[in-house]
């Protein structure tokens, strides 16, 4: 009646042979360790130097200690607050700029090359009105056409006219 091939099958969860987690795998055992450092580095000194009654003590705990100890156990992105800070200070020494006109050795080499550009910006003469009229005439005359000439003020200077609205030969009502 009994076969001796009928055998109760177990299932083994997969987290079963992780080692260094606490609560049933909730926490590693980093974060847990970084979150005792932080609670006793915060706790103490607001506990032992406040002059408050016990009560007030334990409300000023439960608003800065406990905050930092959660969000020490929880981690970012998967990673222990040291990893993190260690990633992301490697990131701000190492990060590179994208797309830049100059080299980044240049950029790097120089540190008041960002101001220098700032002031070489601010140093360009900025057109005023009798220079944009001087231009619109320029422009009528060589082009005959009023439609291109004013296509052509209005993309020298998108800022003026139109209220820098652009327009194209097709969209123009005139």
Do not use: W
């Amino acid at each position: 009646m009994n076969n001796q091939n009928d055998h109760d099958t177990y299932i083994i969860p997969p987290n079963f042979v992780d080692t260094g987690t606490f609560f049933g795998g909730m926490f590693r055992a980093r974060n847990v360790i970084e979150a005792g450092i932080l609670a006793v580095a915060t706790g103490l000194p607001v506990f032992l130097l406040l002059p408050f009654g016990l009560t007030a003590r334990i409300i000023v705990l439960c608003l800065t200690t406990l905050p930092l100890v959660l969000f020490a156990l929880i981690g970012i992105s998967g990673e222990s607050l040291s990893s993190f800070l260690v990633i992301f200070l490697k990131y701000m020494k190492n990060r590179r700029i994208v797309g830049g006109g100059e080299s980044q050795e240049t950029t790097r080499t120089a540190p008041g090359a960002k101001k220098k550009r700032k002031e070489a910006k601010k140093a360009k003469p900025c057109p005023d009105k009798t220079m944009m009229s001087e231009h619109i005439n320029q422009s009528e005359k060589t082009e005959g056409n009023k439609k291109t000439a004013e296509m052509k003020r209005l993309a020298a200077y998108p800022a003026g006219g139109a209220e820098g609205r652009r327009i194209s030969p097709q969209s123009s009502t005139r």
